[in-house]
């Protein structure tokens, strides 16, 4: 049985001050009996989040949104994964298609990265999905094959257990139009059957697809009952006390 893992990508909001005060808020009613849980505030917001859930004592995870894929050098305004990991963020997000669309990201540059969130340590949170128009041109499979084939190039058996793949398709994300149910779990197990052929069945049952693209606290529950959802990646909904619910959907 796959543990459910819920992240909150808040992308560029909330204020540190801003952030403290939510988690302070919400961190009470978070159930992480049964499912994981990630928050991944902006970067300027991970230390200080850090301090508060072990002050707190919870087992919320934290998750970055974004790294670069060398170490260290002369990369002005980058952050490094073992940067992140030193601090003790768990997760990283990899190709969100925000990072893809507005900051020029390929697949190869979210392969290096996924390589090196891997070699350092870091779990990645690797989105994959595809436009409107490339939905209405019927390309939806091939693509998404083609960027977990491409992100995941040179990740070994052995390593790829701590991917977890995010299928968001881009025409759901911010826009209130979710995939339906049917729709996402279509993909998502396309995705499973895609990896069964590169690592073998018994690693792609293990492996969790998570569905992000408008999910709420009234559309969770049906999402998450999909054999092949595994979680979900959520924006919006992630910043309000919507999340709790999502979290506890169970409940
Ligand atoms: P959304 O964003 O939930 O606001 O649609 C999802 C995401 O971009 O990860």
């Known amino acids: 049985m796959r543990k459910k893992i819920i992240a909150g990508n808040w992308k560029m909001n909330k204020t540190v001050l801003?952030?403290?005060?939510?988690v302070g808020e919400i961190h009470d009613d978070i159930d992480t009996s049964e499912v994981d849980v990630v928050i991944c505030p902006t970067f300027l917001a991970l230390s200080e989040i850090i301090t508060l859930l072990e002050d707190y004592q919870s087992d919320i995870k934290l998750g970055a949104?974004?790294?670069?894929?060398?170490?260290?050098?002369?990369?002005?305004g980058e952050i490094s994964p073992n940067m992140l990991y030193d601090l003790g963020v768990e997760y990283v997000i990899i190709g969100h298609s925000e990072r893809r669309q507005y900051f020029g990201e390929t697949?190869?540059?979210?392969?290096?990265?996924?390589?090196?969130?891997?070699?350092?340590?870091l779990k990645p949170i690797m989105c994959v999905g595809e436009s409107l128009a490339q939905?209405?041109?019927?390309?939806?499979?091939?693509?998404?094959?083609?960027?977990?084939?491409?992100?995941?190039?040179?990740?070994?058996?052995?390593?790829?257990?701590?991917?977890?793949?995010?299928?968001?398709?881009?025409?759901?994300?911010g826009t209130g139009k979710t995939a339906t149910s049917e729709q996402?779990?279509?993909?998502?197990k396309y995705i499973r059957e895609a990896l069964?052929?590169?690592?073998?069945s018994a690693v792609a049952n293990t492996m969790r697809i998570q569905y992000g693209g408008s999910v709420t606290k009234d559309n969770a529950k049906e999402l998450f009952n999909m054999p092949n959802i595994d979680g979900a990646l959520v924006g919006g909904a992630s910043l309000k006390e919507d999340?709790?619910?999502?979290?506890?959907?169970?409940?």
């Open 196 to 200: 069964a052929e590169m690592y073998g």
């Open 65 to 76: 949104q974004n790294m670069f894929y060398e170490e260290k050098g002369a990369y002005t």
């Open 135 to 173: 939905r209405e041109a019927g390309d939806t499979f091939d693509l998404v094959r083609n960027q977990v084939i491409e992100g995941l190039k040179k990740v070994g058996k052995d390593q790829v257990q701590e991917v977890i793949i995010a299928y968001e398709p881009i025409w759901a994300i």
């Open 107 to 121: 697949d190869e540059i979210v392969n290096k990265k996924v390589l090196k969130a891997i070699q350092v340590g």
């Open 184 to 188: 996402a779990e279509e993909v998502c």
């Open 243 to 251: 999340f709790v619910s999502i979290v506890n959907y169970n409940e």
């Open 18 to 22: 801003e952030a403290i005060d939510f």
